[in-house]
């Protein structure tokens, strides 16, 4: 089993930058492909971002796109996701998570497991 860690978040004003860094347990990582989610308070988590286990391609949310990056480093089985252009509903707690199913798509959170616990992102207008 892997075991996810979440940092990197903060409380930072519209317009500014965040990235966050979901660290792994296990070499085994590197055969993950690998989620962002976002929840924010009252809402239902959402999908954000994803790459696949080899880090060759990635997709977004439409809210994130153009402004978000995820990326991987296997040699040190960690994920991150660059936050450019903050906006205040960008406001919520960011998970990371392995993708353990291939059922149905990448942004169906239900695909996943090994969630990490989560880090706050703030964003004030």
């Known amino acids: 089993q892997v075991q996810l860690v979440e940092s990197g978040g903060g409380v930072v004003q519209a317009g500014d930058s965040l990235r966050l860094s979901c660290a792994a347990s296990?070499?085994?990582?590197?055969?993950?492909?690998m989620g962002w989610f976002r929840q924010a308070p009252g809402k239902e988590r959402e999908f954000v971002a994803y790459?696949?286990?080899?880090?060759?391609?990635?997709y977004y949310a439409d809210s994130v796109k153009g402004r978000f990056t995820i990326s991987r480093d296997n040699a040190k089985t960690t994920v991150y996701l660059q936050m450019n252009s903050l906006k205040p509903e960008d406001t919520a707690v960011y998970y990371c998570?392995?993708?353990?199913?291939?059922?149905?798509?990448?942004?169906?959170?239900?695909?996943?497991?090994?969630w990490g616990q989560g880090t706050q992102v703030t964003v004030s207008s």
């Open positions: 998570a392995t993708r353990i199913m291939y059922s149905t798509t990448w942004s169906d959170e239900q695909e996943y497991g090994n």
């Open positions: 296990r070499r085994t990582f590197s055969g993950y492909s």
């Open positions: 790459v696949t286990y080899a880090g060759e391609r990635t």
